[in-house]
C-alpha cells in the first residue's frame, strides 16, 4: 500500500510539474500573441511579432486568485490607496483556485485596455461543463475590475475581457467564440452600452499534429507547444522554420523538462497498465513463467511485482 500511495503521490506531482511547464509555456508572450491575432478582433490580420509590443508587463501565472473578493490586493503608496491583482505566492493560501494566465493588452489606439485569460486544460472535464466554468471566469475578470479599473459607479470604464481556453486532447480541432447577443423582442430602441464586454473562445486542441495549414496555424502551433509525443528538436524545428519564433534558453529549458515530464508520466501509465495485468494474471492462476512471457518480463520482476502488490496474509 505504501508503495501505491508513492506511486499515486509521484504521478499526482508529475502532472502539475507539467500543468506547471504547459502554462509557462503558453504564457511567453510570442505564444500569447499568436493567440492574440486569432482570437481578438483587434488584432487580426496582424503578424505576431508585431503584437508582442501591446502585451503589458509580464503576464502573471497562476498567482491571481479566481476567488470573490481574493483577485484583487489594495495597498498604500505615497500616501495614496491603489488597487492591484493580488498576485500573492501559490504557498499562501495553498487551496486557491487561480486563473492560470492572466494579463493586459492595449488596444492600438494606445489608450483603451482589454484583460485576456487564457486557462490551459489536459482534456474536456468531465466533472461539470467547461463552458459554464468559462461563464465563471470572463465575470469574474469583470466584478473584480471594481475600485481597480473602474470606480463607483462609472460603468462605462469596464474594460473589455476575453477568456480562452485551450483543451487538449480533443477528438478534433475545434475553436468557438462565445459572446453577448442583443435580440429586440419589442421595438429597436438603441439601449446604450457595449456587447463586447464577455468574450469566451474555446480552442480545442486534438491529439493529432494537424497539417500545416493557415486554417490550423494557430492549433499546429499550440499542439507542438503542448505534445506528449513529439521530440524537444522535432519541437523546436516547427516552431523556428514555420512560426519563426526565436528560442532563448528559457523557452527551450521548459520545453525540454515538459517533453522530460510526459516521457514520466508514459512510462508511469505503462507501468501500471503492465502491473494490473500481472496481478490480474496471477490471481487467475497463472504462473510467474507463464506471465513473464507474455508481458515480456523476467519471471523475477514478475514476482517482485507480485511480492509487491500482493496484501499481505494475516
Known amino acids: 500500500m505504501d508503495t501505491e500511495i508513492k506511486n499515486a503521490v509521484s504521478a499526482t506531482d508529475q502532472d502539475a ?9 503558453l504564457g511567453n508572450k510570442i ?49 495614496q490607496r491603489i488597487v492591484g491583482m493580488n498576485t500573492e505566492n ?31 486544460q489536459k482534456d474536456e472535464p468531465s466533472g461539470y461543463h467547461i463552458l459554464n466554468r468559462a461563464v465563471f471566469y470572463v465575470s469574474r ?10 470606480v463607483k459607479t462609472n460603468y462605462n470604464d469596464i474594460r473589455r475581457v476575453f477568456s480562452i481556453w485551450v483543451c487538449m486532447g480533443m477528438d478534433e480541432s475545434s475553436m468557438a467564440y462565445v459572446h453577448l447577443a442583443k435580440d429586440d423582442l419589442l421595438g429597436s430602441y438603441p439601449w446604450k452600452g457595449r456587447l463586447d464586454l464577455l468574450n469566451i473562445v474555446l480552442i480545442g486542441i486534438s491529439n493529432e ?33 514555420e512560426y519563426s519564433i526565436p528560442v532563448d534558453e528559457k523557452l527551450r529549458k521548459d520545453m525540454s523538462a515538459m517533453c522530460n515530464l510526459s516521457q514520466g508520466i508514459r512510462e508511469n501509465a505503462t507501468d ?43
Open 17 to 25: 510539474q507539467y500543468d506547471d511547464k504547459a502554462k509557462r509555456l
Open 31 to 79: 505564444i500569447l500573441a499568436h493567440i492574440l491575432v486569432k482570437t481578438v478582433d483587434e488584432f487580426r490580420g496582424m503578424k505576431p511579432q508585431d503584437v508582442v509590443s501591446y502585451i503589458e508587463g509580464e503576464p502573471f501565472i497562476s498567482v491571481v486568485p479566481v476567488e470573490p473578493g481574493m483577485t484583487n490586493v489594495e495597498k498604500e503608496e505615497n500616501g
Open 90 to 120: 501559490a504557498e499562501i493560501n495553498e487551496g486557491l483556485v487561480r486563473f492560470d494566465i492572466i494579463f493586459y493588452v492595449r488596444m492600438k489606439d494606445g489608450i483603451s485596455q482589454v484583460i485576456v485569460n487564457v486557462e490551459a
Open 141 to 150: 475578470l469583470v466584478s473584480s475590475q471594481k475600485e481597480r479599473d473602474f
Open 209 to 241: 499534429l494537424p497539417e500545416h495549414d493557415e486554417k490550423y496555424e494557430l492549433h499546429r502551433l499550440l499542439s507542438t507547444l503542448l505534445s506528449a509525443e513529439l521530440t524537444v528538436d522535432e519541437k523546436l524545428g516547427i516552431i523556428k522554420t
Open 272 to 314: 501500471n497498465a503492465i502491473t494490473g495485468v500481472i496481478m490480474n494474471m496471477h490471481r487467475d492462476g497463472y504462473s510467474s513463467e507463464q506471465i513473464a512471457r507474455i508481458v515480456e518480463k523476467t519471471i523475477e520482476e514478475v514476482e517482485a511485482v507480485i511480492r509487491k502488490r500482493e496484501p499481505v496474509l494475516a
